[in-house]
Nanobody
Framework: QVQLVESGGGLVQAGGSLKLSCTASGRPLSTYAMGWFRQAPGKERDFVAAIDWNGEHDYYTDSVKGRFTISRDNAKNMVYLQMNSLQPEDTALYYC???????????????WGQGTQVTVSS
């Protein structure tokens, strides 16, 4: 099974930007659809963005469309989430995940890394 490690979180003011990274080991990412979820305190883990195995198609939850961009570099076994115009409601623990298809990923089965914390101050 693939092991995932997220990084790049931090504290940023509203309107700022962060770029999250996800690195994988165990298996090449090129065979997986990849995605990002987030979990705010006291809330469920929610879908944020996904990208298919070759990067041709990407999908976003409505609240981040036009602000976040998911991308991947299969040669480096990396997935990224560029987050612009961050708002306090984006504050959460962000997780990277992989699955055979995006449809399967939306079932939120994992695997999950340890997450990276994003905190946006107003």
């Amino acid at each position: 099974q693939v092991q995932l490690v997220e990084s790049g979180g931090g504290l940023v003011q509203a309107g700022g930007s962060l770029k999250l990274s996800c690195t994988a080991s165990g298996r090449p990412l090129s065979t997986y659809a990849m995605g990002w979820f987030r979990q705010a305190p006291g809330k469920e883990r929610d879908f944020v963005a996904a990208i298919d195995w070759n990067g041709e198609h990407d999908y976003y939850t409505d609240s981040v469309k036009g602000r976040f961009t998911i991308s991947r570099d299969n040669a480096k076994n990396m997935v990224y989430l560029q987050m612009n115009s961050l708002q306090p409601e984006d504050t959460a623990l962000y997780y990277c995940t992989a699955d055979s298809t995006i449809a399967q990923m939306l079932l939120a089965r994992g695997p999950w890394g340890q997450g990276t914390q994003v905190t946006v101050s107003s």
